[in-house]
């Protein structure tokens, strides 16, 4: 239907195989290679435990929970991101408290106005590395040391990037990663949770399996007859289908990320000469892994009609985010009190290109000329 849609897996012969010698091994869910999947995680990102799981929202839930937030808690993150980072904190009963972005430029959660929201509830700061590129993390870090804060990451947009030498998914306690079908690794559904601390990597492990203290894999083989229940836990757990082809993406994930930045390269110095629109994070000094490619529409331009005009052009293109304070549902949660001036102007005018590792050059040129051709008829 589309000429160039938002996003495309980048998955061929490899991930096939992998699901295919998995299906024959007999053993479909969490086992051998779920294990093989978390140990090669674990030495990519740099850190000592690693555990897979369902889906992002999962190990977001799982990140909170492992620190006991809950009931009488606030945490400060981001409403520019997805909705799941605010659910994960309403599910433990605790309160997101939204902090604005830094800038039109900048659309990473902004340190002078975490600071501003810290008080005496105040547990956790969740940062989200926008499209890849990392939060000004020195700040951050220096607030949660100030007020004794843990830091959980959502890197379900960051995994490669780098801040100051270190992978995103260790700037914190915990970070949290998203392997759904368009993220930069895809499994379909995936996540993991990634950590330092042995005490919370313990955690989260039970509570990823009902709370009990052995696995049917290790029943399985002989290890155990029995267990104890010693958390509540859920069933967040993957299966060895998912996590075979999440050790084929990681193998690819480098590569990916590399034609991803020429890509954005490519974007910026097209765009670059265009009125009417700006490209955000123009001053970057990490390392980011390019996930989306966000533009920043003119106040005078209709971006429906912009979306509308590429649509016909056979463009797809996608809005990250609508600002979860606006949402219906927490609105009525907060009484619509809350005001954001950064976020909720950027966010009436961001618009989101298409942008994936095996995108051609002739693409970009397409849809730039298309942007060119709309923004011309707007002069007329
Ligand atoms: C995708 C995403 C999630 C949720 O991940 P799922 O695997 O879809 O549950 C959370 N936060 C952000 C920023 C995301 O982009």
Request: neutral net charge.
């Amino acid at each position: 239907m589309w000429k160039i849609p938002l996003f495309e897996t980048s998955f061929d012969k490899m991930e096939i195989e992998a699901v295919h010698n998995v299906i024959y091994s007999g053993w479909l869910t969490m086992g051998d290679i779920t294990k093989e999947f978390e140990n090669r995680f674990a030495e990519f990102l740099g850190i000592k435990h690693v555990i897979a799981v369902t889906n992002g929202t999962a190990a977001l839930h799982l990140a909170n929970k492992s620190l006991n937030i809950g009931k009488g808690d606030e945490i400060i993150c981001p409403s520019l991101t997805f909705v799941a980072g605010a659910n994960s904190i309403y599910y433990t009963g605790a309160m997101p408290v939204f902090a604005d972005i830094e800038s039109q430029d900048n659309l990473c959660i902004s340190p002078t106005d975490i600071e501003r929201k810290v008080n005496y509830r105040t547990k956790a700061i969740q940062v989200m590395h926008y499209g890849g590129y990392p939060c000004d993390m020195d700040k951050i870090n220096d607030i949660a040391q100030k007020y004794k804060l843990y830091i959980i990451e959502d890197c379900a947009h960051a995994p490669g990037s780098e801040y100051n030498g270190k992978k995103c998914g260790t700037l914190g306690d915990i970070a949290c990663f998203s392997f759904f079908s368009n993220k930069n690794m895809a499994t379909g559904e995936g996540g993991i949770v990634a950590t330092n601390n042995d005490e919370i990597a313990k955690k989260i492990r039970l509570m990823r399996s009902h709370g009990m203290t052995t696995l049917t894999w290790d029943r399985a083989r002989g290890h155990a007859f029995s267990y104890d229940v010693v958390e509540l836990g859920f069933n967040y757990r993957i299966d060895d289908l998912r996590s075979a082809i999440g050790l084929v993406q990681l193998n690819k994930l480098q590569t990916n990320n590399k034609k991803r930045e020429q890509l954005v390269k490519l974007y910026r110095i097209k765009l670059d000469e265009l009125n009417y629109c700006t490209i955000p994070f123009s001053n970057v000094l990490s390392i980011s892994s390019y996930h989306i490619f966000p533009i920043l529409l003119d106040r005078k331009i209709n971006r429906s009609e912009f979306m509308e005009y590429l649509k016909k052009r056979g463009i797809q293109t996608s809005i990250h985010y609508p600002p979860i304070h606006k949402f219906d549902y927490y609105c009525r949660i907060f009484k619509n009190n809350y005001i954001l001036s950064i976020t909720e102007d950027v966010a009436k005018r961001l618009v989101t290109l298409p942008l994936y590792p095996n995108m051609k050059t002739e693409d970009i040129y397409y849809i730039c000329e298309v942007i060119n051709e709309f923004l011309k008829n707007l002069e007329v």
